[in-house]
């Protein structure tokens, strides 16, 4: 059969071969080789477990002066103090504590409502600064717009002089353990002068030990109408004790003239609720 018929040998010895092939448990052989790879070279804070795909450092925040995409997946909420202070030429010194609640919404969208009262030695005394409100939209999921832009818009109502718009442009992605934000920011008063402030900030961070500790450099450059640029840029470091806990420390010396000689933030927070996972709320680049 076999010199009469070499057409149908070829073709029983192939088949015999493939089922032979099938019947290898090569599953099992290759499967957990597989997730053994993704274990070893991806971080536990680079995974994208978020309602909207985002990774786990979103939700922690790392930069100061810098907003990356939304903090709070629907419903989650949390709670920062900011400490702020600034040191300038002659000895004055102004501080400002900050307090803060934020709350996740449908639709890829985020509610913050802020408290600050500041202190200027130059006076001495401690008074109401100003209450805001702040909405931020993500265009897209995470990945699927490069930069993963997003839209912020916050409302001051100040104790002194003119309420404030302030209105951003987010954008911030990782690679490696390496995380970067941008934002564009203008400021603008309602009423008064009606001047416009324009800003820039930026911030890059390195994982050290992942979901635990980070540090990096960050930097914001600014220029109201009519007045001279100022320009800061300093190292920040982010530690988070426990998973739904952080406590931030970034320190920046002035570049301009017209700079503050320093300006110094320590920040701690604390999230609650549906889905906690720590957070990291950044400061505002308006103020004393």
């Not at 790879?37 to 450092?57: D, F, H, I, M, S």
């Not at 997003?150 to 409302?155: Q, R, S």
């Not at 609720?273 to 004393?288: A, M, Q, R």
Request: include cysteine; proline fraction near 5%; charge should be negative.
């Amino acid at each position: 059969m076999t010199s009469k018929h070499p057409i149908l040998a070829a073709g029983a010895a192939t088949l015999v071969v493939a089922m032979s092939l099938n019947a290898q448990p090569t599953s099992s052989a290759v499967t957990p080789l597989d997730e053994v790879v993704v274990r070893a070279t991806a971080l536990e804070e680079e995974k994208q477990n978020g309602q909207y795909a985002e990774p786990e450092w979103v939700h922690q925040r790392r930069f100061s002066n810098t907003r990356v995409y939304i903090q709070k997946d629907p419903w989650e909420m949390g709670v920062e103090e900011w400490y702020r202070t600034r040191f300038y030429d002659g000895g004055r010194v102004t501080q400002r504590f900050q307090q803060e609640f934020e709350i996740g919404l449908p639709y890829r969208m985020q509610l913050d409502l802020y408290e600050k009262m500041i202190h200027d030695s130059d006076t001495g005394d401690w008074k109401q600064d100003e209450f805001a409100v702040e909405l931020r939209y993500a265009f897209a999921n995470w990945g699927v717009l490069p930069g993963n832009p997003t839209l912020y818009t916050e409302y001051a109502f100040k104790e002194e002089g003119s309420d404030a718009l302030e209105t951003k442009l987010l954008f911030g992605d990782d690679f490696n353990g390496w995380h970067w934000g941008v934002n564009l920011i203008n400021e603008h008063q309602i009423w008064d002068e009606q001047s416009n402030e324009w800003a820039i900030s930026v911030g890059l961070s390195k994982t050290i030990i992942d979901s635990k500790f980070s540090a990096g450099i960050e930097g914001k450059w600014s220029h109201p109408d009519h007045e001279k640029s100022e320009g800061l840029l300093g190292p920040s470091f982010q530690w988070l004790p426990t998973p739904n806990t952080h406590l931030d420390l970034v320190a920046m010396g002035g570049l301009t003239n017209s700079s503050p000689n320093a300006e110094c933030w320590l920040i701690f927070g604390f999230d609650f609720g549906k889905g906690s996972k720590g957070g990291y709320k950044p400061t505002s680049v308006g103020g004393l």
